[in-house]
């Protein structure tokens, strides 16, 4: 009736492990914000320019070369697009383990979602 | 108000967001975003990016519970995961053809009837109600142990097909007006597939993700990912979604119901003064 147990624990481990990973390095990449601008801590006009500006890195290419560099945003933009990447991991991760438990119909369905997914990410680049 | 200030207020705001989120399988956007926008002055763009964080977060924190428990039923949350993203694409293409007002209108007026259909609430026993070969053949049927109630509890969906093309309608609504479906989604499991109400909203929990992170990566591209508005909404959200997804389990199907009802009440109205006031 249910699914056998270690389905549910594989799935469910893989979910607090893109969390965990995702929440460490946000906090690291926050961690670093504040260690580089002091004027954080006290100043009332920086907060303006944090919540109003446009130069967030947008690209993979950015952000890449922000955490290079060491860039407290940057790092934080990493563990968001680690973040926004779990929920498609665990589709992707639901055909393997379906592929083992030789559950042919459940692997068909979760193929159609990851590709389903994909088609969106395609469709909302060209139409972004 | 300094940085360091804000952080923590949106920390604290979205561990509230992710908390209740996480009970009723809502993505938590809607407490995130009218603090944002009218208590913080955080412009609109980048508090909608914020949201779609938050959907993901709450759903990711909250699920790796709900599947551990069985809360979630998986079988349910992948078939109909199938409407929501293909609902995820109609939304992008329809987006600027149909008038959002009047979708607001539209949508505003479907919540509320739900709000009603759920206080109503429905016949106890499901005894009586055929099982449809889909629901069969997807083999849906499954059972989770009741914390509030002490004992297993076994339900058998049904009706799935009128689900996956609800599902389908929740999806487009999501791609099309950038909120969460999640208030679209508990009413259609527990109306028409006749889900545990904790299973339906514990079940949307692990769907809203995967149809948030359709959209993020286009608010991602245009910018709308504020890394210092963002930060802190997710690990608020993460935090208030961990203590969630224990909870849910405890508090008795009642009081679930009856919180859903009560907060969807206010989604309707908000979608509903959206539409008029334009």
């Known amino acids: ?128 | 108000m300094t940085p360091i200030l804000f952080v923590l207020a949106v920390g604290a705001v979205s561990l509230a967001g992710g908390f209740l989120g996480s009970l009723l399988g809502l993505g938590g956007g809607l407490i995130v975003v009218p603090v944002l926008t009218l208590l913080l002055h955080v412009d609109i763009r980048v508090a909608i990016g914020a949201s779609i964080v938050s959907v993901i977060a709450t759903s990711s924190g909250a699920a790796a519970a709900y599947v551990r428990d069985h809360l979630a039923n998986m079988r349910v949350g992948m078939f109909l995961e199938i409407g929501t993203t293909l609902g995820a694409i109609s939304g992008a293409y329809l987006a600027g053809i149909v008038p959002p007002r009047l979708l607001f209108v539209l949508f505003g007026l479907v919540l509320g009837y739900s709000a009603i259909a759920m206080l109503r609430g429905r016949r106890t026993s499901t005894e009586g109600v055929r099982v449809g070969p889909w629901a069969r053949v997807l083999r849906l049927r499954s059972s989770y142990y009741d914390d509030a109630a002490g004992e297993e509890i076994v339900y058998q969906p049904v009706r799935a097909r009128i689900g996956l093309f609800l599902m389908y309608i929740a999806g487009t609504v999501s791609g099309l007006l950038g909120i969460g479906s999640g208030a679209l989604k508990v009413p259609a499991m527990d109306l028409a597939m006749e889900l545990p109400i904790k299973v339906s909203t514990a079940t949307s929990n692990f769907m809203i993700g995967v149809t948030a992170a359709a959209s993020a990566g286009v608010y991602f591209t245009r910018g709308q990912i504020d890394p210092f508005v963002a930060a802190p909404v997710a690990i608020g959200v993460l935090t208030g979604a961990f203590i969630g997804s224990r909870t849910l389990g405890r508090i008795s199907s009642r009081a679930v119901r009856s919180t859903f009802v009560v907060v969807l009440i206010l989604v309707a109205t908000q979608m509903l003064v959206k539409g008029v006031r334009g």
């Open chain 1, 1 to 128: 009736m249910n699914e056998p147990r270690w389905v549910d624990t594989a799935i469910s481990n893989l979910l607090r492990g893109g969390v965990i990973c995702s929440v460490t390095v946000i906090a690291l990449g926050l961690t670093v914000s504040f260690v580089h601008h002091h004027e954080y801590l006290t100043s009332r006009s920086a907060l303006g320019t944090l919540t109003r500006s446009a130069r967030y890195p947008n690209t993979i290419g950015a952000v890449v070369r922000g955490v290079a560099a060491g860039q407290g945003q940057a790092i934080v933009m990493a563990g968001l697009l680690l973040l926004i990447a779990t929920p498609v991991a665990r589709v992707a991760f639901s055909i393997v383990v379906f592929g083992i438990e030789h559950d042919r119909m459940y692997m068909l369905i979760t193929a159609a979602v990851l590709t389903i997914l994909l088609v969106a990410f395609w469709v909302g680049a060209a139409s972004g």
